[in-house]
């Protein structure tokens, strides 16, 4: 079965429908492609067609290329990848060109054939880029449909003529926010801001309509008319130049300089706009294979696009029936218990939020009201859907509410006495099969889980905060875990439409083990001398959305001292110290806590704002004259987090690298633009790594001690996804 079929009506005009059986959204594969261009042909050659609507079998048109292709062009091209990739992206420009000429002459623009498109829904990628080259785009009235070309988000950019026909359309800069930020809009903004023609309640019938009386200007493009002229004004031009400054600027200082595919982009549309349309095309092309031939491009799309997308579907699901929630308990409603109940709220479950006071439980509950009366103030909720979801959460001090719930999640105060007490309380009281998961960042599942009679169904979930902000959440097997507990724990994850990570126990987990290196590393400089604008500016320049000095301010310098001192308890002797601990208990001492006490490593005003680093901390802990090279504080940075991820996956925290790349990257922001920490060592390969680490034990000591695993790989060649990746696992 071709996922595109062709029926032509008695009154001449041809529907041709995308549909991919195995896919709950369309994707575009390399075959069908040569189908659906057959089909066009078939339309313009038979004198009994008098045009084409393209729409889909389903609530939607496309989520966009099955990326999968350009990694099988790739493989498939031997030794001339680039070319390869490049060939196929201009057979996919002149097959869309095809489309948008229609047959016409190509001196006078007359006897083309109509081919509208038509959208029931989401149109993404080149589920946009296909209509856009189409005479006319009729969208559902959908409020819940996306329509935009979100490839930057994936490390690529709009290849398929997507990046050409926007600016040419709209002009650069009111095509920036879709190009260079990957913003989606419902269909009546898509219309408004010229992406689509028309909004109807039937766009099949629309467009049918409108191919039957369709006139041969109505379907020529702007571009391709006399006498066109680019809206905003071409680069040359007065008004175009300074578009173009701007442009620039924006790129550099929201991305740092750091992805390949927001340079190439600005690229292709600065030179593009300087040609005619079909050599704009041509170098469209040629930036968008020069982005695909870039390291960075290939562990962006395999991290964020297919790594991320087989987590969410299950990829580590064990095989269990159905664990979906229909009403969960949350127990402590503070700013995490609070966030957890709005998210399965929203999702719509059940939800009872426990505190010790009514007050504290309806504070906890006003949470989500608060959070509505944004969103409809932003127009993106109504106060019905308010009211709806807040029937849904029952804030109360009564245990006996949770008598019917499937999943306990425990967000109560970080202490294993407290935590211990409230589990024997509340499995007293839920039924005999409820999932028991604790929210907690640091403290051992397998401990905790001591306190239940029933340690097979103990599990751990660790949501990052803000809850409902942050995309990934930790789930944590305990020694004893069992296998419905940790599909429980996904399939509620999925409910909630969040991206799951599954973590055996070990102190930290897996996130925070990464996380506190990275923050001590940054905090150790600070107190060897290293400049605090450099730590942070050094941080940013690698893609991280926040340098150390930053986040340890925004997470709070007492609570590092609380996990500084804990694992000096638990370690003993073996415990490192080093300087960051100087530096975090003095700043403790100094009552300089971090933004929440309005004093830390920066100054704030009375509202919380930032006003620069604090002077006074230099007073204690001078600064070196002589300052280290920006690549040596870098390397310290991301060799603290990469190193520890090895070590994870040593362990056996880490049972699956994507987990450990995808959770790096949505967890704290680990360089987006390298895939995470595993892609990032393929990248620069083992052995380059295994002698950079030795170059910086000698010089900083013995955390930065190669691991044996690495040591190995670096000694027989090999790659973490060569070794460890599913196809290799598969094997």
């Known amino acids: 079965m071709t996922d595109f079929t062709m029926n032509v ?5 041809a529907i041709i429908t995308w549909d991919v059986a195995d896919k709950s959204m369309n994707v575009l594969r390399r075959a069908a492609l040569g189908d659906l261009e057959q089909m066009i042909d078939d339309v313009l050659a038979n004198d009994d067609i008098k045009g084409a ?11 966009g290329m099955d990326l999968n292709v350009l990694g099988t062009i790739r493989e498939d091209a031997g030794d001339e990848p680039a070319q390869a990739l490049f060939d196929f992206t201009m057979s996919g420009h002149k097959f869309l060109r095809k489309i948008e000429r229609a047959g016409m002459d190509p001196k006078t623009n007359k006897g083309g054939k109509p081919i509208a498109t038509a959208l029931p829904g989401t149109a993404l990628g080149i589920g946009l880029e296909l209509p856009l080259a189409t005479h006319r785009i009729f969208a559902a009235d959908n409020p819940k449909a996306k329509i935009g070309l979100p490839e930057i988000m994936v490390g690529i950019f709009p290849g398929m003529g997507g990046t050409t026909r926007f600016v040419r359309k709209m002009g650069a800069m009111a095509a920036s926010p879709f190009l260079l930020q990957g913003k989606l809009v419902d269909p009546k903004k898509a219309k408004s801001a010229g992406i689509i023609d028309e909004v109807v309640d039937d766009p099949v019938a629309a467009a049918r309509e409108w191919v039957l009386n369709a006139k041969d200007a109505d379907l020529v493009k702007p571009w391709d008319a006399k006498g066109y002229k680019m809206p905003g004004g071409e680069p040359y031009h007065p008004a175009g130049f300074m578009t173009f400054v701007g442009a620039s600027a924006m790129v550099n200082g929201n991305t740092w300089g750091v992805y390949p595919a927001a340079k190439a982009l600005l690229s292709a549309v600065y030179e593009g706009a300087q040609v005619p349309f079909d050599t704009a095309l041509k170098i469209e092309a040629r930036w968008f294979v020069n982005v695909l031939m870039n390291p960075s491009s290939s562990a962006m799309i395999q991290s964020l696009f297919i790594n991320k997308e087989a987590l969410e579907k299950g990829a580590n699901r064990p095989d269990v029936p159905d664990q979906r929630c229909k009403k969960i308990g949350v127990l402590g409603a503070g700013m995490m218990g609070a966030g957890i109940a709005l998210v399965s709220a929203r999702a719509g479950m059940e939800v009872v939020l426990i505190d010790q006071s009514q ?8 949470y989500s009201e608060t959070f509505m009366d944004k969103g409809i103030k932003r127009k993106k909720a109504t106060a019905e859907q308010k009211d709806a979801m807040l029937a849904k959460i029952n804030a109360t001090t009564d245990l006996n509410a949770l008598a019917d719930v499937d999943l306990i999640i425990e967000a109560v105060f970080e202490d294993p006495g407290v935590k ?20 907690t960042s640091t403290l051992p599942i397998s401990e905790l889980a001591k306190a239940s009679k029933r340690a097979d169904q103990f599990i751990g979930i660790h949501f990052f905060s803000p809850v409902e902000k942050m995309l990934l ?13 940790v599909a429980k724990a996904l ?5 909630i439409k969040k991206t799951p990570i599954v973590v055996n126990d070990e102190r930290f987990f897996y996130a925070n083990r990464c996380i506190i290196p990275y923050i001590n590393e940054g905090v150790m400089m600070a107190g060897e001398g290293v400049g605090l604008p450099l730590l942070d500016h050094a941080a940013q320049l690698l893609g991280f959305p926040v340098g150390p000095i930053q986040l340890v301010d925004e997470t709070s310098l007492d609570l590092g001292a609380k996990i500084a001192k804990a694992t000096m308890a638990a370690m003993g002797d073996a415990y490192p110290k080093s300087v960051a601990d100087d530096v975090t208990f003095w700043m403790v001492d100094e009552g300089r806590l971090g933004r929440k006490a309005k004093a830390g490593f920066f100054d704030y005003d009375e509202n919380g704002k930032r006003q620069g680093y604090w002077p006074g901390f230099n007073d ?17 940075l991301i060799f603290a987090q990469v190193l520890e991820a090895v070590r994870a996956l ?38 380059w790594a295994a002698a950079r680490c030795d170059e910086l034990e000698a010089k900083f000591g013995n955390r930065f001690a190669c691991p044996p695993l690495l040591r190995e790989m670096a000694e027989k060649g090999q790659s973490f996804y060569g070794r460890f990746g599913p196809q290799a696992k598969a094997a």
């Open 9 to 13: 009506g008695d009154d001449g005009v």
């Open 53 to 63: 609507v393209i729409t889909s079998g389903k609530d939607s048109f496309a989520g």
């Open 359 to 366: 007050e504290a439980a309806d504070r906890g509950k006003a």
């Open 420 to 439: 211990a007490e409230m589990t024997q309380k509340v499995e007293a009281i839920i039924p005999k099969d409820a999932i028991f998961a604790s929210n």
């Open 473 to 485: 959440v930790e789930i944590i097997k305990g020694k004893e875990t069992g296998d419905r507990a």
């Open 491 to 495: 399939d509620y994850v999925r409910q």
């Open 620 to 636: 204690k802990f001078a600064e070196l004259d002589a300052q280290p090279e920006l690549i040596e504080v870098q390397h310290r």
């Open 650 to 687: 040593e362990a056996g925290v880490l049972e699956d690298i994507r987990e450990g790349d995808v959770g790096a990257i949505l967890g704290w922001g680990f360089m987006p633009w390298s895939g995470g920490p595993f892609s990032w060592l393929d990248i620069v390969g083992a052995p």
